[in-house]
């Protein structure tokens, strides 16, 4: 079982920044996938970064350049930081993490939200 939390979610004007955080809890591998996704209003839920073990993370063209997916393995946190923001960038934001082999479990975080407006 893991259990994810995250923080960091506002409102912040076009052109700012803003850091989100996840806490993941429980039976937490390196090995296990954690991603960012985030869901914008009344749109499907889309992928926003990942990162699997011994591999960069990977982004969604619309962010490449402008947000960045760090994990930190010892502490079991992931990090957003997402800069150069836009109105198109607000949505819930939400921490994913997937483990197992020929069984796979999915976890979701319960969201944080991110609103880019002037």
């Known amino acids: 079982q893991v259990q994810l939390v995250e923080s960091g979610g506002g409102l912040v004007q076009p052109g700012g920044s803003l850091n989100l955080s996840c806490i993941a809890s429980?039976?937490?591998?390196?090995?296990?996938?954690m991603a960012w996704y985030r869901q914008p209003p009344g749109k499907e839920r889309e992928l926003v970064a990942r990162?699997?073990?011994?591999?960069?993370?990977k982004y969604t063209d619309s962010v490449k350049g402008r947000f960045t997916m760090s994990r930190d393995n010892k502490k079991n946190t992931m990090q957003l930081q997402m800069n150069s923001l836009k109105p198109e960038d607000s949505a819930v934001y939400y921490c994913?993490?997937?483990?197992?082999?020929?069984?796979?479990?999915?976890?979701w975080g319960q969201g944080t939200e991110v609103t880019v407006s002037s």
């Open positions: 994913n993490l997937v483990q197992g082999l020929a069984i796979k479990t999915t976890y």
């Open positions: 429980g039976s937490v591998s390196p090995l296990n996938d």
């Open positions: 990162i699997v073990w011994g591999d960069a993370a």
